[in-house]
């Protein structure tokens, strides 16, 4: 059975750094897609970083380029990592961890329901 559990969220100030972890088990196939969500309370969720395991489909939302990065641990590829830095107010939120069903190159951060696979979440909470 395929679980993700996400870790690494916390408190930190305007213009701060903090980087998510994702574990990653029970897949039994490589290629796959990921992808980092986030929910801020009293709006929808939205798509922020998304990729593939082969490292060559990379994705962001518009608000994070620059300033986030999404990657996969090399060795196992069984940790997807998001490096968020000049973090704002406004990234305040719930971030979620999330993989589709094996052999999808790529899909649209948008595209919720080809993400069969979820964490529980971890909360980043940005103060000015």
């Known amino acids: 059975q395929v679980q993700l559990v996400e870790s690494g969220g916390g408190s930190v100030q305007a213009g701060g750094s903090l980087r998510l972890s994702c574990a990653i088990s029970?897949?039994?196939?490589?290629?796959?897609?990921m992808a980092w969500f986030r929910q801020a309370p009293g709006k929808e969720r939205e798509g922020v970083a998304g990729m593939n395991t082969g490292g060559d489909m990379i994705a962001y939302v518009d608000s994070v380029k620059g300033r986030f990065t999404i990657s996969l641990d090399s060795a196992n590829k069984n940790t997807l990592y998001l490096q968020m830095n000049s973090l704002k107010t406004e990234d305040t939120a719930m971030y979620y961890c999330a993989a589709t069903s094996p052999g999808w190159t790529f899909v649209p951060m948008t595209d919720t329901p080809r993400f069969n696979y979820w964490g529980q979440g971890t909360q980043v909470t940005v103060s000015s």
């Open positions: 029970g897949y039994t196939y490589s290629n796959y897609y």
